[in-house]
Structures are given as structure tokens and as C-alpha cells.
Nanobody, 116 residues
Framework: QVQLVESGGGLVQPGGSLRLSCAASGSTSSISSMGWYRQAPGKQRELVAVFIRYGGGTNYGDSVKGRFTISGDNAKNTVDLQMNSLKPEDTAVYYC?????????WGQGTQVTVSS
């Protein structure tokens, strides 16, 4: 089992920045990827960004490319999401996720609200 704990959500004005962090614990040795999804009210959960632990590759959702950056620390079992140029449509609950042996694990989510 893998446990994920997110931190760093909050309220920010349009154009501002926010950094989310996620720490994994438990059976972390064979986690293949860690990343972030988000879900806005009335919408489906969507991919934000994924970090491939071995090789360091990344993948981003189209709506955040060029604005968000994901980074990971394999030694600490953490993944961060730097969010810049935030827009009101980025408002959502952001979920950390990890994949291990085909199973996907989720954190409890952290609220990000972009509003003036």
C-alpha cells in the first residue's frame, strides 16, 4: 500500500503562483510514477502532470502546458507541482497520485482556488 499526503493548496489571485507538494509513504520502492490530477465541480477528473520516476520523463495536460512544472525527488518519495500564471479555470481539487505494479493510489486532495 502507498499513502499520499498533499500540501500547499489555497487561495490565489489570477496570474499568481502556487506550489503543491506530495509525499508518499508505505510501499514506495516500486512506485513507477507520481503525478497530479484535478477535478472541478461538475467536471471529470483530468490529468495535470505526471513524473516518471525512473528516467525523469514528464507529461502534462494540454491546459497547463507552459504554466505548470512537475518535479520529483526519488530519494524523498516526493513530487511537487509549481503552478504559475494561474487562471480562474484552474480552480479545482488537486489530487496526488502514484502508480505501483498497475495499481493507482490517490491522496485526499487539496483545494486550489484562483479568484480575485
Amino acid at each position: 500500500q502507498v499513502q499520499l499526503v498533499e500540501s500547499g493548496g489555497g487561495l490565489v489571485q489570477p496570474g499568481g503562483s502556487l506550489r503543491l507538494s506530495c509525499a508518499a509513504s508505505g510501499s514506495t520502492s516500486s512506485i513507477s510514477s507520481m503525478g497530479w490530477y484535478r477535478q472541478a465541480p461538475g467536471k471529470q477528473r483530468e490529468l495535470v502532470a505526471v513524473f516518471i520516476r525512473y528516467g525523469g520523463g514528464t507529461n502534462y495536460g494540454d491546459s497547463v502546458k507552459g504554466r505548470f512544472t512537475i518535479s520529483g525527488d526519488n530519494a524523498k518519495n516526493t513530487v511537487d507541482l509549481q503552478m504559475n500564471s494561474l487562471k480562474p479555470e484552474d480552480t479545482a481539487v488537486y489530487y496526488c497520485t502514484a502508480q505501483r505494479f498497475g495499481a493507482q493510489y490517490w491522496g485526499q486532495g487539496t483545494q486550489v482556488t484562483v479568484s480575485s
